[in-house]
């Protein structure tokens, strides 16, 4: 299946995309389209290769066949030079957050301001607070990754990876391990971001009713290839077997357990 959009702002786009580890063929002729100004969530079986996708999508995994294009820009062959600045327009969320511990939330997330731009330290501190506010953590500006919850950690991970203002964030799992409420606190906050963001989101999550509440575009990964594509409702009705298996989280059909 391809599964493309019928709008015509794209963000990203995979072309049939092939990619192996070593003698294993993680996806085979994989097409996709990420709308812009759109939250795309990408699901499937734990191992399918979901975040690989997100790894294609900012260049830190080149495919092995196919293209992968943000914008009009073939990023597969780029040069690493050229690639580091378009990486710089995608704002990372880590799975689990990839904070330093031995660094502040303040210093975790004013990182890459300091990294990439020449910003005087007393903006970069504004904009810190500034983030850590709309992420409900600005109290906790002072304190370890270790000091703080889970939940407050995967938060501190958002407020890094949109604080250079991104054209696009992609998250890894960010309610993995979490309980309900702390759940519905997160995907409301990614809703919330991309709006103040104005850009687009890629969501990779097991999580599916966080996915129905977030999610403008759902895409199913199964064996290399994306099966099902669309909105939340055609997801929901999809006359495919795997998906309807997926979804209702079935032992009888034909993925194999």
Do not use: W
């Not at 109290?139 to 054209?167: C, Q, T, W, Y």
């Not at 403008?216 to 999809?238: H, N, P, Q, R, W």
């Amino acid at each position: 299946m391809t599964a493309t959009a019928s709008e015509t702002n794209i963000y990203a786009r995979l072309e049939d995309v092939g990619v192996r580890y070593g003698p294993k063929v993680v996806m085979q002729h994989l097409s996709l389209d990420i709308v812009e100004g759109a939250i795309t969530c990408i699901i499937g079986l734990s191992g399918a290769g979901k975040s690989t996708i997100l790894r294609l999508i900012n260049g830190l995994r080149r495919p092995d066949e196919g293209r992968v294009l943000i914008g009009d820009r073939d990023i597969s062959g780029m040069a690493e030079r050229d690639l580091i600045a378009i990486r710089e327009t995608i704002g990372f969320s880590f799975q689990f957050a990839a904070l330093f511990d031995s660094l502040s939330i303040f210093d975790n997330v004013a990182l890459p301001l300091r990294e990439r731009t020449k910003m005087p330290e007393e903006k970069i501190r504004g904009l810190v607070e500034e983030t850590l506010e709309s992420v409900g953590l600005v109290n906790v500006i002072d304190r370890f990754p270790a000091e703080l919850s889970g939940g407050m950690v995967k938060r501190a991970g958002f407020a890094r990876a949109v604080i250079s203002n991104p054209h696009c964030v992609l998250y890894d799992e960010p309610t993995t391990g979490l309980d309900p409420i702390i759940t519905h606190v997160l995907t409301d906050l990614i809703i919330r971001l991309r709006q103040r963001l104005n850009g687009t989101a890629v969501v990779v999550s097991h999580d599916l009713e966080s996915i129905f509440q977030m999610a403008d575009y759902v895409a199913m990964l199964f064996e290399g290839a994306i099966i099902a594509y669309g909105t939340c409702e055609e997801i929901k009705a999809s006359p495919n077997p795997i998906v309807q298996q997926f979804l209702q989280g079935s032992e009888v059909g034909p993925i194999p357990i």
